[in-house]
């Protein structure tokens, strides 16, 4: 069995002075990295295995292939790369703006489109802001300007979002090309210099109205009920005169979607009105056709007097008849004048009390009863009464929505107006080249850590 204290390797460790020169150690005498168990301590070394030679100052000799080393990048390529990428770019942007970019002046103006709630005859009174519904989020909401309201569940709500979009619509740009030549305000020699903010009147409306979207924004904040409309043109005449035009069309817009529902509701009433008006004709010509072919002008009244007249008959009747039997019972002889004056009185008043009867509750000379005409009667008079019914509720009603629809719901109430801007607002010069610059310098970054990151893969 071979010593293990004799090997190859141990012998190289005995010999390590006369390593080849051309090999590097790979452990120096003075490596701060050295093997700790070569550099550690005498007392140390006491307790290494008794099998282990020592091996103090002494190098282990491997030969091993040289580590890659990293090339460094060029200070130049790197430089041209900054100029080409960062400096050139942001000097491009610079020139833009400081040479060529057209002053552009704000026109701003806020609103709120608030409801009111008129007390009209005949209607209640409307609920108060401190009411428990108004506080609740129901009927007006918050009272404003003596009565007006706004937000808490009203129409005004929706009115004010319906604004805001109007005013970027292609209706309100067609509007304002009809009152005030908006395109060639933006086709204005003041930015012939500056293609990118210019626009050319001679292109479609389509591009346009996207131009018109960036030129204005129209914000409504629904927390506080405001909404704010910001105007943008190459001289501050003009931009004033696009505001002002577009707070006239604001306000014709919510006057006219208030007015529609108020309208139609007036339209409705009014024929509503003839409606019944025709009804209570008919219901009219008819009874006095009625009564022309009946002869009589109320039978219910002529039958309430037979009635009585009867009731007053019988009751003669039953008085005579007990007059003579109280006679006849005083005296034997019944053919005395005070009895035969009785008699002839009990039998004039039975003819009239059965002539009576017959007018009402049989027929008369071919005619028909008092009965049947009193029923045919208050048909057409419950019918007569009704349509006039109708007709005093229609005309009511008629009344109130055209009281309705002459006071005025809703309100756009500009509280800021439109001001002439004494200086320009954009271009942001300065902030603009200086966000330019910080962009083109971040993708030179990424671009040049790409790059690298290639480069050591391949």
Known sequence: MPDTHDSPFNRDIRQGSQRPRDVPPLVSDDDEFADPVARAPSDMETRLPAAKERTDRRTINVDLPPLPQRRAPSRRKLAWSFVLCVAIPTGLIALYYYMFAANQYVAEFKFAVMESSPVLPGSP???????????????????????????????????????????????????LQRRIGIRSLYDSDLAKNDPWARFAKNLP????????????????DPMTGLAV??????????????????VTLAEDLVNSVAKRPQMDSVRFAEGEVRRTEERLRAAREAMTGYRLKEGIIDPSGALSSNLALVQTLRGQLVQQQTDLASLMSQQQNPN??????????????????????????????????LTELVARYERLELERQYAQAGFVAAQQAFDQARANAAAQHLYLTPYVRPALAESSTYPRRAQSTLVAALAFFGIWIVGLMVVRAVGEHV
């Open 229 to 246: 409309v910001t105007v943008r043109a190459f001289s501050p005449e003009d931009a004033l005169s696009i505001a002002n035009t577009m």
């Open 125 to 175: 009174p409307p609920i108060s802001a401190t009411s428990p519904s108004a506080a609740m989020g129901g009927g007006g909401g918050l009272a404003l300007m003596g009565g007006a309201s706004m937000l808490g569940g009203s129409s005004a709500t929706m009115q004010n979002y319906v604004v805001t979009d109007y005013l970027l619509s292609r209706q309100v740009v067609e509007e």
């Open 336 to 369: 005395t004048s005070a009895a035969q004056s009785l008699r002839s009185r009990i039998v004039a008043t039975k003819d009239q009390l059965d002539k009576m009867e017959k007018e009402v509750s049989k027929d008369r000379e071919g005619n028909r009863v």
């Open 205 to 220: 409306m389509e591009r346009f109205v996207n131009y018109w979207n960036r030129m204005v924004t129209a914000n409504y």
